[in-house]
C-alpha cells in the first residue's frame, strides 16, 4: 500500500482527493483481499488434498490392519494345521512302533514253537528209535539165546542118538518147545512193520 505522503502528493507530487485516495484504498483492499482468497483457495485445495490423503491413509491403514489380523488367523490356522499333522504323525508313529512291537515279538513266539516242534520232532525220533533198537536187541537177544539152546540141543541129540539111537520126532518136538518158550517168531512178526518205516538205527 502506497504511504500517506505519496497519496496526498500523488503521482506527480500533486495532492489526491479524498475520493480518489478512497478509490485507491479500496483497490488495493480489494486486491489484497483477492490476494488472500486466492491464497486461502490454495489452502484449502492443499487441505483437502492432505485430508484426501489422511483418508487414503487410513483406508490403507485400516486394509492394512484387517491384512494382518487375517494373516494372524492364517498363521493361527496354518500353526493348529501343522500341529494336528504333527500330532497324527506321532500318532501313526507310535501305532507303527506297536505294529513292530507286536511283529517281534510274533517272530520270536514263532521260533520259540520252531524250536520246540524241532525238540519234540528230535525227541519222538529219538524215542522211536531207542524202542527200535530195544527191540531188536531183544530180538537178537532171543535168537542168540534160540541158536545156543539149539546148538546144546543138538549135541545132546547127537549124544543120545550115538549111545541109544533116540527118536526124531522128540527131538523136533522139543526144538518146537523152545521156539514158542523163546517168542521167537512173534518177535520177527513184530519187527517187520517198523522195517517197514525206513528207519535206520544207527550201529
Known sequence: M??????????????????????????????????????????????????????????????????????KLERQKKKLQVEELERIVRLKQAEADMFQLKANEAKREAERLQRIALAKSDKSEEEYASSYLKLRLSEAEAEKQYLFEKIKLQESSRASQSSSGGDPSLMYSKIRDLLHGYNIIPAKTESQPNERHGFRANP
Open 2 to 71: 502506497d504511504s500517506p505522503t505519496s497519496l496526498e502528493n500523488g503521482e506527480g507530487g500533486r495532492l489526491i482527493a479524498p475520493q480518489e485516495a478512497c478509490n485507491r484504498i479500496a483497490d488495493v483492499v480489494q486486491e489484497a483481499i483477492r490476494k488472500m482468497e486466492m491464497v486461502a483457495d490454495d489452502k484449502m485445495r492443499m487441505f483437502k488434498k492432505a485430508r484426501l490423503a489422511l483418508d487414503a491413509c487410513d483406508r490403507e491403514l485400516e486394509d492394512k490392519a484387517k491384512e494382518v489380523v487375517e494373516l
